[in-house]
């Protein structure tokens, strides 16, 4: 019986023996009591079908929010960062997934007091480019059409970085305007309509979270210019957050939710082709993909395919301590990202007080206190476990 075959059955005992195995691999000392979540403790959580998404979308499927004691709906899909954002003001999500830029967007030029709690993971997305194309580096970029998924994303900074080192400039016109030789045109499309766009030769390349990468590769021939994480070592991407007031009126369930979602990080570590099954529509169908292309994913990435391979990075990694370092740098960097719209509230900001008001890590810093602390995550200098140094290198 192969995995596109298994019964709804056979599928729930697979999720069953992976969570009790989770739980006498992974959490120390003995089972916490579960505590009784009251009716109004509904955690409603919302993401794009992007392996971004991953914890908690396995902290769901393992049952690790119930084990807390939470009451949570099944995780809602939307297609795009716009319906997601919305739909987080409108308070349909609670407890969701976003580009960190985004709520660096919200807190500060917005005025939403939206708090990020965690990385949800780390690395994770590449520029991909049509197979047949003589794109092989950033310097041969100009005179392109290359989507991101948001202005306000991880992916649109690192892109920039990319093509400004070259020495080209990155343009957003429409597709018509004729490009000078050392402008690059940056355009806008939601992450599942990007595979097909580059099959059309609407774009020459994209730069997005997988399994889009992965989906052109295996199915359109296309080529991985880049991953992200052979740019900047072990960046952040997708971080956990939550609104000020939904953390301050309920303290214990925000505990318990990062709990479970830290849980599901190191479960994810050790555990790469359960996850890919997990997700996949051969499994809980969290993402409609099958396993075979999520597989890919959840693989390290082939060496040949690195300029960095000394730094061992896996194409998707997950570490959920949101280091400070790494917060400053992006909302400087974010500076100096082309965007659409007013930029001028990024100029106001002081960088260190913006990254103090933005991130809380208390809850995550005591999720991670039960599972034995970072070491679980990260091989980092335990004489200064909680900070480290930015590495980009471009070329």
Known sequence: MNDQTLSQKTRRQFLKTAAVAASSLFVPGPARPLLAASKKETLKIGYLPITDATPLLVAHGLGYFAEEGLK???????????????????????????????????????????????????????????????????????????????????????????????????????????????????????????????????????????????????????????????????????????????????PVMMQKAMNAVVRAQEWCIRNPKETAYLLSRDGEGYLPMPKKILSRVFENPKKNQLIHPGWNVARIGFQPFPFPSATRFIIDQMRETLVEGNTQFLERLDTGKAANALVDNSFVLKAMDELGGINQFCNCDMSKPYTREEIVEIN
């Not at 580059?198 to 390349?205: F, M, Q, S, V």
């Open 72 to 250: 949570v709906e099944r995780p809602v899909m939307v297609r795009s960062w716009n319906i997601l954002t919305e739909s987080f003001l409108a308070e349909k999500f609670n407890f969701t997934h976003m580009l960190f830029p985004i709520p660096v967007y919200m807190r500060f030029n917005q005025k939403i007091p939206v708090k990020v709690l965690g990385w949800n993971h780390t690395n994770g997305s590449a520029v991909t480019v049509r197979g047949d194309s003589d794109i092989k580096t950033f310097d041969d970029l100009g005179k392109k059409q290359i989507a991101v998924p948001s202005w306000y994303s991880m992916h649109n900074l690192i892109l920039q970085m990319g093509i400004q080192s070259a020495g080209l400039v990155p343009v957003i016109k429409p597709q018509s305007y004729k490009l000078k030789k050392n402008q690059v045109n940056l355009s806008i499309l939601p992450p599942p309509n990007m595979p097909p766009a580059l099959l059309g030769k609407k774009i020459d390349g994209y730069i997005v979270a997988d399994p889009f990468n992965a989906i052109a590769e295996l199915k359109f021939k296309a080529r991985i210019m880049r991953f992200s994480g052979d740019i900047w070592k072990n960046h952040p991407c997708c971080v956990i957050v939550s609104s000020e007031k939904f953390i301050n009126t309920n």
